[in-house]
Nanobody
């Protein structure tokens, strides 16, 4: 079965950086696009970034463009979200998923920005 196990996250000061990882199993990772979304309580899940199976297509939300980047390692079946210049609008629970799959998500990782 599809499993997505996240790591990383935590608390940083404004302007700080974090990297989230999402290790996948249970499907052919190298043939699937992957995505990151984030959600704060009471709001809808918000798109953050997506990357195609062979990294030929990458899209990042306007709200994080220039600060966040998505990458993947198909040999490690892992997708990453590098978050730089974190600001007070970024705190959220970040979750990874498989593009086109609304059912399976990582367990969620809390990101906090505080001074």
């Amino acid at each position: 079965q599809v499993q997505l196990v996240q790591s990383g996250g935590g608390e940083v000061q404004p302007g700080g950086s974090l990297r989230l990882s999402c290790k996948a199993s249970g499907f052919t990772f190298s043939s699937k696009g992957m995505k990151w979304y984030r959600q704060v309580p009471g709001k809808e899940r918000e798109f953050v970034a997506t990357i195609s199976a062979h990294e030929d297509f990458v899209r990042v939300a306007d709200s994080v463009k220039g600060r966040f980047s998505i990458s993947r390692d198909n040999l490690q079946s892992t997708v990453y979200l590098q978050m730089n210049s974190l600001n007070p609008e970024d705190p959220s629970t970040y979750s990874c998923g498989v593009w086109g799959d609304a059912e399976h998500w990582g367990q969620g990782t809390q990101v906090t920005v505080s001074s």
